[in-house]
């Protein structure tokens, strides 16, 4: 599945593959099934690990076995495993994180014609929106760990209720159209709906993505089934996931119309920002200015133009608690969380933010001078791969994003980033103080070994040089 440019050969014993593929997939989502219901989590969340395990050992599995199955098989059965692996996610509530508490409340602060940018969830001016879901009341209100204090007797599931939200525009209207289409009192479902529907249409993406660039359609088996997808994109909602059906749909229009490619990166961006990280990627192989502003001025333009509204009716900054996060999370100073765990290994920790500016310029110019512009998601996942090695996020869900330029290339090693993700974010005491060290190093680890062993068969592991423009030469 490593970018296959021709057609596999159909291996022996066509209906015994495809029967060990599909019971792998029952196996896995019956795994998964725990996984996301544990009702031990915040108690023990190192408890997740053996289950967390099994899922993705299975994953691995049945991706694997997904290989020596038909051509003609393979896009019906990777449907249908995307559909149970999204469908695991709807089987219980969020449970590793409480974000869509945020989303459900910002969608009905936009319903109440209030901008969400304006008030932090404990304002006493929106004690009319409250309900007793999202703003539990009495003795025990405040008894669940996942609770937090707003006014005497007065809880909230609503996590950092003291501060702004941080959620860019796009992401506040998809939060403000979930509220407007859900049926009354149907909670936190209306949002793992949402995130099923786009985890579903990452997957369509993807395999409508492979088939026009001529690849294999059984990398998509990478998002479809992946672990990840079933807790973090459906089970806790992300809005991630929405960033994501975007960038697939980016990189895959960019290739062939620059501007409206442009406008689906400002989309993505302006839904979680994260999505900027690849646009080196969308602009490999580009050498003239015009080229690029075809792609970078629609993305800046898209980006303006869905923050102007909000911009417009707000009275507070539309970046919210943006800033806040950044230190809070240890982004601005090393040494006062994990962050830059791998560098802090080898450098001081002030050094961290210097040497992950000098990685990143160098990597945005190898792929930038060395990308295939008819690949952009090669270099884009390069990009992005290397900036969550340096600056090791603490967040699993970030990695939603990678696993879908993983589906996009076929470099199933940077896999092994998401892993070491999610066990870092349930289990960070699981090896003491260097739990995020060991994860991420092993990580690095497999990355250099999946490019060790491609250099050694003498198969492509990065993104190439090309002759080929990416887009033809104007008259």
């Not at 040497?355 to 060395?370: K, Q, T």
Request: with cysteine; charged share 15%; glycine share 10%.
């Amino acid at each position: 599945m490593n970018e296959p440019r021709r057609r596999p050969p159909d291996h022996p014993r066509p209906r015994l593959w495809t029967a060990v593929t599909a019971l792998l997939l029952a196996a896995l989502t019956a795994v998964l099934v725990p996984a996301v219901r544990d009702a031990g989590y915040f108690a023990d969340p190192a408890g997740l690990i053996p289950w967390y395990a099994a899922a993705w050992a299975l994953f691995a599995a049945a991706v694997w076995s997904l290989r020596r199955v038909p051509q003609r098989r393979v896009v019906p059965l990777v449907l249908a495993g995307a559909l149970a692996v999204a469908a695991v996610g709807l089987t219980g509530p969020p449970l590793t994180s409480t974000d869509s508490f945020r989303y459900a409340w910002d969608g009905r602060v936009q319903a109440a014609g209030i901008s969400p940018y304006d008030h932090a969830p404990a304002d006493p001016a929106l004690r009319g929106l409250r309900d007793g879901w999202l703003f539990p009341r009495g003795r025990a209100a405040c008894a669940g760990p996942d609770r937090a204090a707003v006014e005497p007797g007065v809880c909230t599931r609503i996590n950092r209720p003291a501060v702004h939200t941080i959620y860019p525009p796009v992401a506040e209207g998809y939060f403000a159209l979930v509220h407007v289409l859900s049926p009354p009192g149907v909670r936190h479902k209306a949002l793992q709906a949402g995130g099923a529907l786009t985890a579903l249409g990452v997957t369509g993406a993807l395999l409508l993505v492979r088939r026009r660039a001529g690849a294999d359609p059984r990398a998509a088996a990478y998002w479809a089934w992946c672990p990840a997808v079933a807790v973090e994109a459906v089970n806790d909602a992300h809005v991630d996931g929405l960033a994501v059906l975007l960038s697939v749909a980016a990189l895959g229009v960019v290739v062939r119309r620059r501007a409206a490619g442009g406008a689906l990166f400002g989309l993505a961006v302006a839904a979680k920002l994260l999505p900027a990280v690849l646009l080196p990627g969308a602009l490999a192989g580009v050498r003239r200015w015009r080229d690029a502003a075809a792609v970078l001025l629609p993305a800046a333009a898209v980006v303006g133009l869905v923050y102007l509204p909000y911009a417009l009716v707000s009275r507070s900054s539309v970046f919210g608690y943006l800033g806040g996060y950044a230190e809070e999370e240890g982004y601005q100073d090393p040494a006062a969380g994990g962050r830059y765990a791998l560098l802090r290994l080898v450098l001081p920790a002030s050094w961290a933010v210097p040497a992950v500016a000098v990685g990143m310029v160098a990597v945005v110019a190898y792929v930038w001078w060395r990308g295939d512009p008819l690949r952009p998601w090669s270099g884009a996942l390069t990009v992005t791969g290397t900036a969550f090695l340096l600056m090791t996020p603490g967040y699993s869900w970030y990695a939603l994003l990678l696993v879908s330029l993983v589906a996009l290339d076929g470099r199933a090693e940077w896999l092994g980033v998401a892993v070491a993700g999610a066990v870092a974010y349930v289990a960070p005491r699981l090896l003491g103080g260097v739990t995020v060290q060991v994860l991420y190093g092993l990580a690095a680890g497999a990355v250099l070994a999946g490019w060790a062993a491609r250099a050694g068969r003498g198969v492509r592991s990065g993104p190439p040089r090309v002759a080929q423009p990416m887009w033809k030469e104007s008259p």
